[in-house]
């Protein structure tokens, strides 16, 4: 079962806020694709942060600024550090 299913299975349970803030909690669960500036450096398309690799240069799977899940599916050099 997803967030999302789970969401409105229970939301006849919960207060109008509560609800709110669990759609908010699924919606930055969901995997949004990274974007990117036309130099090539990624971004959080919620956000538009660039906080999205670790001190190595690894690839986080969320923003490391607002939480939001990243989707780096598209990228061409997933495992390729920049330097």
């Not at 806020?17 to 990117?36: A, G, N, S, W």
């Not at 660039?50 to 939480?67: H, I, K, M, V």
Request: charged share 35%.
């Amino acid at each position: 079962m997803t967030s999302k299913e789970v969401l409105e299975d229970i939301k006849g349970y919960l207060l109008d806020r509560e609800i709110q803030v669990l759609e908010e909690l699924v919606e930055r669960d969901t995997p949004m694709k990274v974007k990117h500036e036309n130099n090539g450096i990624p971004y959080c398309a919620v956000c538009e942060r660039s906080y999205l690799r670790d001190g190595r240069g690894n690839q986080n799977r969320f923003c490391g600024y607002c939480g939001q899940r990243l989707d780096w599916s598209d990228e061409k050099w997933l495992h390729i550090k920049k330097c």
